[in-house]
C-alpha cells in the first residue's frame, strides 16, 4: 500500500506531535502549581514543635544569628541543634510537654527532622551569606517573622519576584545595623542612600545580577 504522506511530511508531524505533548505536559504542571503554590503561603506547615518566632524574637529579643548561626558565613542559613534549644529550656519551660521532641531529640542524639517552610526547587541555588553580606535584610525574603505564633511563608519567592531585586537592589538593601532587625513598615531606601549602599557594598552591574548562571547553577 502506498504511503499517504512522504518522508518530510511524517518527520514534521512527529516533530508536531513531540511539540505539542510538551506544551500539554508544560501546561498541566503550570496549572498544577497555580493551584498548589498559593496554598504554601501565609499557611504554617507542621511542624515538630510548634517553634514561634514571635516569642523568641519579639518578646524575648533573641537574635536571629543565635539561631541560624551560619547565615553571615555560608550559603544554608543554619538549623539550631536541640542543644541550643536546651541552653534555655534545661531551666526555662523545662518539663512542658511541647518540649518533649526537643529533650528526646537531646537524650537519644537524634536532630529534629525541620520541615522547610521556605523551600526552593532544586535547580536554584540561593546563598544567605552573600545576601546578608551585601545589605539584604532577613525580612525582606522571610517577612515579619517576629510577628509570627508559627512560621509561614509570605512572598512567592518565584523568580520574577527575585528578578524585580536584582534588577534595582539598590531600592531593597540597607545598612549592616538593619539586616537583623525587623523594621514596623516595609523596607524602603531613600534616593539619598541609594547611591551610598550600591557603593558600600560593591554590587555587581545588572547584566551579572540577573544572569541566569547566578542563581540556575
Not at 505533548?21 to 497555580?34: E, G, K, V
Not at 514571635?54 to 529579643?61: A, I, L, M
Not at 532577613?138 to 517577612?143: L, T
Request: net charge neutral.
Amino acid at each position: 500500500m502506498a504511503q499517504i504522506f512522504d518522508k518530510g511530511t511524517l518527520l514534521a508531524l512527529k516533530v508536531g506531535a513531540f511539540i505539542a505533548l510538551l506544551i500539554l505536559i508544560s501546561s498541566i504542571l503550570a496549572w498544577r502549581w497555580a493551584i498548589d503554590y498559593p496554598n504554601a503561603m501565609n499557611a504554617p506547615v507542621n511542624q515538630p514543635v510548634p517553634f514561634s518566632h514571635k516569642h523568641h524574637v519579639n518578646d524575648d529579643g533573641i537574635d536571629c544569628r543565635y539561631c541560624h548561626a551560619s547565615v553571615e558565613n555560608a550559603a544554608s542559613a543554619g538549623m539550631p541543634a536541640s542543644e541550643v534549644c536546651m541552653n534555655c529550656h534545661s531551666q526555662l519551660f523545662k518539663d512542658a510537654p511541647m518540649l518533649a521532641p526537643v529533650r528526646n531529640s537531646v537524650a537519644h542524639n537524634v536532630p529534629l527532622q525541620w520541615t522547610r517552610v521556605h523551600d526552593l526547587p532544586d535547580f536554584v541555588y540561593f546563598d544567605h551569606s552573600v545576601h546578608v553580606s551585601h545589605g539584604v535584610a532577613c525580612q525582606s525574603c522571610h517577612g515579619r517573622v517576629d510577628t509570627m505564633p508559627l512560621t509561614s511563608q509570605v512572598h512567592s519567592l518565584q523568580m520574577q519576584w527575585c528578578l524585580d531585586c536584582h534588577r534595582h537592589p539598590q531600592n531593597k538593601l540597607v545598612t549592616p545595623d538593619k539586616i537583623f532587625t525587623m523594621q514596623s513598615t516595609e523596607i524602603k531606601t531613600s534616593a539619598t542612600d541609594q547611591s551610598q549602599i550600591a557603593k558600600r557594598y560593591h554590587l555587581p552591574d545588572k547584566i551579572r545580577l540577573t544572569d541566569c548562571s547566578s542563581c540556575h547553577r
